[in-house]
T-cell receptor
């Protein structure tokens, strides 16, 4: 199985600023994903992070707001830009294992509060 | 109607009770996951199923593909089992996970 770590684990930010969340996997994964979980809601897929190319965004999410990088098979970043209180959520990184069987692993999440 | 429905939404139990959480889905799937989310927000994958039944310690997960239904059972529940349990299915068409809204379980001593 893969172990996923995220930094920071939580942050409180001011409106209008940006925050970059880092995701590190301890082994190679085929695909990496970023999810958002708003208070009291289930997880929503923001985008699939593609190695060496632009991420694939889901409907309702755009690159200008959520730029994503994935420079190699084990690392990705998500930036939440020009934040507003509506961006207050848990952001989770996830990876799909290389070993087959579609096992998907999740990071511990980053709890973001925007004032 | 959500593609993945869980019941109940909230569940309280006394320590030692047998607990069942249900998940129904309406899409074609390649696999179903049961996930556990603790108050800090991190998610742990408990099971991935494509057929039959799996057991890990006090946890048992079953799936009935024909009925599009899965259950998660916890035997001899303990306060440390208190968490949100999420059912998620991997869509056969899109290969992406679709999540249920979760079941909040509280086990009291």
């Amino acid at each position: 199985s893969a172990v996923i770590s995220q930094k920071p684990s939580r942050d409180i930010c001011q409106r209008g600023t940006s925050l970059t969340i880092q995701c590190q996997v301890d082994s190679q994964v085929t695909m990496m994903f970023w999810y958002r979980q708003q208070p009291g809601q289930s997880l929503t897929l923001i985008a699939t992070a593609n190695q060496g190319s632009e991420a694939t965004y889901e409907s309702g999410f755009v690159i200008d707001k959520f730029p994503i990088s994935r420079p190699n098979l084990t690392f990705s970043t998500l930036t939440v830009s020009n934040m507003s209180p509506e961006d207050s959520s848990i952001y989770l990184c996830s990876g799909l294992g290389l070993t087959g069987g579609n096992e998907q692993f999740f990071g511990p999440g980053t709890r973001l509060t925007v004032l | 109607k959500n593609e993945v429905e869980q019941s109940p939404q909230n569940l309280t139990a006394q320590e030692g009770e047998f607990i069942t959480i249900n998940c129904s889905y309406s899409v074609g799937i390649s696999a179903l996951h049961w996930l556990q989310q603790h108050p800090g927000g991190g998610i742990v994958s408990l099971f991935m199923l494509s057929s039959g039944k799996k057991k890990h310690g006090r946890l048992i997960a079953t799936i009935n593909i024909q009925e599009k239904h899965s259950s998660l059972h916890i035997t001899a529940s303990h306060p440390r089992d208190s968490a949100v349990y999420i059912c998620a299915v991997r869509s056969y068409n899109t290969d992406k996970l679709i999540f249920g809204t979760g079941t909040r379980l509280q086990v009291f001593p």
